[in-house]
T-cell receptor, first 112, second 114 residues
Framework: SQQGEEDPQALSIQEGENATMNCSYKTSINNLQWYRQNSGRGLVHLIL???NEREKHSGRLRVTLDTSKKSSSLLITASRAADTASYFC????????????WGAGTKLIIKP | NAGVTQTPKFQVLKTGQSMTLQCAQD?????MSWYRQDPGMGLRLIHYSVGAGITDQGEVPNGYNVSRSTTEDFPLRLLSAAPSQTSVYFCASSYSTATLQEQYFGPGTRLTVT
């Protein structure tokens, strides 16, 4: 069963604004991963953050992890039309038995 | 490198038919997996493999079989297609099995069962 939950389910912002998506999970993790999926395409890995890390950056992306609250956030700064996509978090649990647990995703729309 | 490839891209089946979805990767990854994605939902794991000759069930394995005879290939077989199997199917691979790392995804197969 899906243990990751993401909010909001959908987010629509103006180009140039920042977008923040949140992910919550239920079990102890080794790492948490964020992926992007453009409409009708496969998923693309964005960032992996380990359980002993609190923040990670990659270009315009910033991911934070709070293991005490079992939550993570993905911030996209200075959004562009090309950022329009669905964003998913996935967790590699300590007891995951080789299975990533996925959230249902946040659909992000960037308005020009 | 081609990465992860999947064939076919689209398929329409009648109820009761069987077929095999193909998946191949050229990155020498040990871990491979199959997911299905239904509208508005995240991914659900069907089967996975941690190496040639080793497969195991995921969250939703019923109605599907897999095999892993080589490191490169991981085909998914639908035994007797049902309308409930209408979905988009993704194959993914990863270099590590100790702790799951970055997954590389194929482009997907869109399957419709009538």
């Amino acid at each position: 069963s899906q243990q990751g939950e993401e909010d909001p389910q959908a987010l629509s912002i103006q180009e140039g604004e920042n977008a923040t998506m949140n992910c919550s999970y239920k079990t102890s993790i080794n790492n948490l991963q964020w992926y992007r999926q453009n409409s009708g395409r496969g998923l693309v890995h964005l960032i992996l953050i380990r359980s002993n890390e609190r923040e990670k950056h990659s270009g315009r992306l910033r991911v934070t992890l709070d293991t005490s609250k079992k939550s993570s956030s993905l911030l996209i700064t200075a959004s562009r039309a090309a950022d329009t996509a669905s964003y998913f978090c996935a967790t590699a649990g300590v007891d995951s038995n080789y299975q990533l647990i996925w959230g249902a995703g946040t659909k992000l729309i960037i308005k020009p | 490198n081609a990465g992860v490839t999947q064939t076919p891209k689209f398929q329409v089946l009648k109820t009761g038919q069987s077929m095999t979805l193909q998946c191949a990767q050229d990155m020498n990854h040990e871990y491979m997996s199959w997911y299905r994605q239904d509208p508005g939902m995240g991914l659900r794991l069907i089967h996975y493999s941690v190496g040639a000759g080793i497969t195991d069930q995921g969250e939703v394995p019923n109605g599907y079989n897999v095999s892993r005879s080589t490191t490169e290939d991981f085909p998914l077989r639908l035994l007797s297609a049902a309308p409930s199997q209408t979905s988009v199917y993704f194959c993914a691979s990863s270099y590590s099995t100790a702790t799951l790392q970055e997954q590389y995804f194929g482009p997907g197969t869109r399957l419709t069962v009538t």
